[in-house]
């Protein structure tokens, strides 16, 4: 398991949100434009992908170390 906390966002040295709900980044980029890339996007009710402007400030995606 890993813990993936409800970072919110930060556009424009703002943070939005924070603890209610998460958009981190994956290391998927978008293939037909490299300035987008998937996140994983989740609130206590849902989670989902989507494909978002790498010019955000989103969390970094969480990486768990082989054991």
Do not use: M, Q
Not at 22 to 44: H, I, M, P, Q, R
Not at 55 to 66: F, I, M
């Amino acid at each position: 398991h890993i813990y993936i906390p409800g970072g919110g966002i930060h556009l424009n040295s703002i943070e939005e949100d924070p603890g209610y709900w998460g958009n981190y980044w994956t290391s998927t980029l978008n293939k037909d434009d490299e300035a987008l890339a998937k996140t994983l996007v989740f609130t206590e009710f849902s989670t989902e992908t989507s494909i978002t402007g790498r010019c955000y400030g989103l969390l970094v995606r969480p990486v768990r170390a082989k054991k």
